[in-house]
């Protein structure tokens, strides 16, 4: 059974920064989409950034300008998410995907 397990997160001010990763247990294959998604209170889930086996990414608009979803290069099935410029509306539970499988969640609050 494959795990995604979360690290990072926390609370942090406005403009500050935070780093989030994701490490898959299985390493038998590469999955070849793996990606962030999050959920704040009383809203959907949404996607916040995914990342394919060479390296594009997608970015939902919000964040496009201040985070950076990377994969490691030499765990191809651990990802990172590069969160700058933290505002209070980036508050949210954070969860890694792939597929049909997702990490725990990890709070990432902004508040000043």
């Known amino acids: 059974q494959v795990q995604l397990v979360q690290s990072g997160g926390g609370l942090v001010q406005p403009g500050e920064s935070l780093r989030l990763s994701c490490a898959a247990s299985?390493?038998?294959?590469?999955?070849?989409?793996m990606g962030w998604y999050r959920q704040a209170p009383g809203k959907q889930r949404e996607l916040v950034a995914n990342i394919d086996t060479v390296g594009r990414t997608n970015y939902a608009d919000s964040v496009a300008d201040r985070f950076t979803i990377s994969r490691d290069p030499d765990a191809k099935n651990t990802i990172y998410l590069q969160m700058l410029n933290l505002k209070p509306e980036d508050t949210a539970v954070y969860y890694c995907n792939t597929g049909d499988h997702w990490g725990q969640g990890t709070q990432v609050t902004v508040s000043s």
């Open positions: 299985s390493s038998i294959f590469t999955f070849y989409i």
